[in-house]
């Protein structure tokens, strides 16, 4: 009896003594692995998968892992790159003796199923990228919890607070109010309130000596201020 099989993506004839090497297993050496993927059982009574056959599996004893023959790849790029390259490549093999074909019952077994090394590493690189982003999902900051979210300031509110209207005094225009402002000084009572001292730190700060008193900006403002 003799039996076609899949692994690796290639497809191989075996009988129960032969010797096979296939792609990378993820099995050691002196394990019994086995494979379910059989897409023809031949003999008196052949049998032929769709795709594959039911029930049917191949059995087989790992002797070693080992590397198949070296390939050479050599490219050169002539006239404009001028280039040369080597590449050289062993593929990883897994060297098998097959010791029983079953046309039955391999579901029931118990045989560890023969799974390739790149697949097993594939799942679990898969596995750890999924665990990542639950864990820290699932670990929110403490300062974060208690933190409330910050409201803002409503701009009604601002312009309610920017004070009297300056430009009302005598000889101030837009510009002198904004330099009032930076100054710190945004009502009629402040200027009313003006001490002597008051007047000569404001007359530096705006650089025109006496100008308050010849205005009479203090009068003004508490006129102003009276409403």
Request: charge should be positive; glycine fraction near 10%; hydrophobic fraction near 40%.
């Amino acid at each position: 009896m003799f039996a076609v099989i899949k692994t690796g993506g290639k497809q191989y004839t075996v009988q129960s003594g032969d010797m096979l090497r296939v792609e990378k297993l993820a099995a050691d050496a002196g394990e019994k692995v086995q494979f379910n993927e059989i897409l023809m059982l031949g003999g008196d009574k052949p049998v032929v998968g769709a795709p594959l056959v039911d029930g049917a599996a191949v059995q087989a004893e790992v002797v070693d892992q080992v590397k198949g023959d070296k390939v050479i790849n050599f490219v050169k790029r002539r006239r404009k790159h001028s280039s040369k390259r080597t590449v050289g490549h062993r593929q990883q093999l897994t060297l098998l003796r097959v010791t029983e074909i079953l046309e039955k019952g391999g579901d029931k077994s118990g045989v560890k199923a023969a799974v390739g090394a790149g697949s097993v590493a594939a799942v679990a690189a898969g596995a750890a990228a999924t665990a990542k982003p639950a864990a820290k999902k699932a670990a929110p900051k403490k300062d974060e919890a208690k933190a409330e979210p910050k409201k803002a300031a409503p701009k009604k509110a601002a312009k309610a607070d920017a004070g009297d209207d300056l430009k009302k005094l005598s000889g101030v225009g837009p510009a002198l109010e904004k330099k009032l402002h930076e100054a710190g000084v945004t009502s009629f009572a402040q200027i009313a309130a003006w001490t002597d001292a008051d007047v000569a730190d404001m007359d530096e700060k705006l650089s025109f000596k006496g100008r308050i008193e010849r205005e009479g900006w203090i009068e003004q403002a508490k006129e102003l201020a009276k409403g």
